[in-house]
Nanobody
């Protein structure tokens, strides 16, 4: 059974940093594109960043220069380093894995940035 488990969320002041982790089990992430999404209350789910199987990273404009996605295939884990956090980054952050017709999701981890 495939599982994606996010961790590392929490409450941080504006300007602070957090590092999210997404640990996968029941699958090997090396052949998947891995992504981080976020969803704030009353808003649509938004793609924040994704990293392809060959390591190419992409970011939504609002986080460019502040967030860094990375993957450790040996640990079957993907990370999102978030720096210079802003109150508008507050959301539930979810990890996803995509390969062809396969798409898996984690349960999410809450990130709250206070002003």
């Amino acid at each position: 059974q495939v599982q994606l488990v996010e961790s590392g969320g929490g409450l941080v002041q504006s300007g602070g940093s957090l590092r999210l982790s997404c640990a996968a089990s029941g699958m090997i992430i090396s052949s998947y594109s891995m992504g981080w999404y976020r969803q704030a209350p009353g808003q649509l789910r938004e793609l924040v960043s994704f990293i392809t199987a060959d390591g190419t990273a992409n970011y939504v404009d609002s986080v460019k220069g502040r967030f860094t996605i990375s993957r450790d295939n040996a640990k079957n884990t993907v990370y999102l380093q978030m720096n210079s956090l802003k109150p508008e980054d507050t959301a539930v952050y979810l990890c996803s894995a995509v390969r062809l017709t396969e798409n898996y999701w984690g349960q999410g981890t809450q990130v709250t940035v206070s002003s």
